[in-house]
């Protein structure tokens, strides 16, 4: 029987192809020309970060499983649903990719003593990982600001907080963006509200959803935060912690917004905003907007003076917040967008390729002189004709093109061509002298 040439060229090709992949669902590649915003961003948010004097610091991205079980709470969805957990195949050590940072920061404290001199204001920028079900502005893959002050107990380090909050906003030029605060008070306080909860909740057993009941003996808290709608109406007549705070713990809160209201910051109080771990006190707080659908907080943050020892380390006060950066980058485009796209400041044509060699010094020299040029390159077939290299040139968005022809390289000049303002107008500069010309080709960028 004789072979299927046909038959046999197909098989070889399937075999021979290897299958295309594709990202994880939910965790989204981040490409030019999107890759500048986010560069953007940061830069904005390092300048602001510097001005409050906050001082970066950069945790793994792994970390072993207990510290997010205590420091994450071990019935938050967020240790139940979502942390990618996996135990290490060389040592069988539970590990985790971190959902969130602050507990990061906090061990990170601790081992390495950060605060045996004093308090230290720190931030952080990076990716955070969530198995939840993607939607706009929420990831699998999603990157996180946070900013932490820890070793002080004052109110003044939790308006301060706030108020970086609240400035790196304006330098984003976001609108409508609330802000809205309440208290957790001391353990104390919070565990006489929490026995009034219990037993109004029970009184009120009928109406609790399955996740409600789970929560009831477990984080009472919690449900205070429900976003069933057929609960709203019995959650809103819950007692309130406010109710239960000592003249010390109202001070403290009095005090945070005094400072924000001095600072020109709008605020309001949200009796229902709070925080379902035991080791948060005091002030908890979030910036939120209405333009984003359902996912509405940008920024979320409180006091957590019970962490370092839950952790293992000595009684430290803390506070701190995060932030998505994907839902502010989100708002900045709904809002503002006044992003422009980098360009380069000049775009190098170069009709031959044998003129590399005495073209490339010139373009080094340069950027040395810190002009950031872009040089045109070529593809299997060559280098292009003048009339495509033009095309590129203007599509880059270059002020400038350097026209390296053989005229202008034989006299060891070249050609320096407006392409936007005064179009068309050019003139020669001697190669010698073009990086002392540098000054110039920015200043028209």
Known sequence: MQDNPSAAKAARTAVSKPEKLSAVKGMNDILPPDSARWEWLEDKIRTRMATFAYRNIRTPIVEPTALFVRGTGETTDIVEKEMYSFDDRLNGEALTLRPENTPGVARAAIEHNLTYDGGKRLYYMGPMFRHERPQRGRYRQFHQLGAEALGFAGPEVDAELMLLVHQLFADLSLRNVRVELNSLGVPAERQAHRAALIEYFQQHAGLLDADAQRRLQTNPLRILDTKNPAMQEMVQDAPQLLSYLGETSLKHFETVQQLLTACGVSWRVNPRLVRGLDYYSHTVFEFITDEL????????????????????????????????????????????????????????????????????????????????????????????????????????????????????????????????????????QPLAALADWAPTLQSRA
Not at 309 to 322: F, M, Q, R, Y
Not at 328 to 344: A, G, H, K, N, Y
Request: contains cysteine; negative net charge; glycine residues 14%.
């Open 293 to 428: 659908g359902a996912q509405g907080t940008l920024c979320g943050g409180g006091r957590y003076d019970g962490l370092f020892e839950l952790l293992g380390g000595k009684p430290t006060p803390a506070v701190g917040w995060g932030m998505g950066l994907e839902r502010v980058l989100e708002l900045v485009r709904t809002q503002s967008d006044d992003f422009v796209q980098p360009r380069p400041d000049a775009y190098a044509i170069v009709p031959d390729a044998s003129a590399l060699p005495q073209v490339l010094p010139v373009l080094q020299a340069l950027r040395a002189a810190g002009v950031q040029v872009q040089m045109h390159a070529g593809m299997a077939e060559g280098l292009g004709s003048m009339k495509s290299q033009f095309k590129k040139a203007d599509a880059s968005g270059a002020p400038f093109a350097l026209v390296f022809g053989p005229d202008e390289l034989a006299e060891n000049h070249v050609t320096v061509k407006a392409l936007r303002d005064g179009q068309g107008a050019q003139q020669r």
